[in-house]
Nanobody, 126 residues
Framework: QAPLVESGGGLVQIGDSLLLTCAPS????????MAWFRQAPGKEREFVTA???????HYADSVKGRFIISRDNGKNALYLRMSSLKPGDTATYYC????????????????????WGQGTQVTVSS
């Protein structure tokens, strides 16, 4: 079983909103930095947004102003509020966690995250 579990994906219309949630499937997941990545068919996994345990956030330019990342440190839970969805947002969204502090130059690299979920599909229909 994957250490993280995502939920909240679905089929929506252009301009709609969705809330994705990620939580550990069990104990033992260290979550200093948590992030959302996405992968569309035939494309590489790309960074969406990340948040450190202290609350500092990073966003990809493509989602800035539309997506909001947040976390509940007590529950080790991660959230992604997506608004003004576009067809280009269609992808499988993955939650990821790193046990270490990631600096700005490394926070967008999937290889720096040791724990992953299995993904949740988001489809934005035109």
């Amino acid at each position: 079983q994957a250490p993280l579990v995502e939920s909240g994906g679905g089929l929506v219309q252009i301009g709609d909103s969705l809330l994705l949630t990620c939580a550990p499937s069990g104990g033992g997941v260290s979550t200093n930095t948590m992030a959302w990545f996405r992968q569309a068919p035939g494309k590489e996994r790309e960074f969406v947004t990340a948040i450190r345990s202290g609350g500092m956030k990073h966003y990809a330019d493509s989602v800035k102003g539309r997506f909001i990342i947040s976390r509940d440190n007590g529950k080790n839970a991660l959230y992604l509020r997506m608004s003004s969805l576009k067809p280009g947002d269609t992808a499988t969204y993955y939650c990821a966690a790193s046990s270490g502090y990631l600096i700005a130059s490394t926070i967008r690299l999937p290889a720096n995250y040791g724990s992953w979920g299995q993904g949740t599909q988001v489809t934005v229909s035109s």
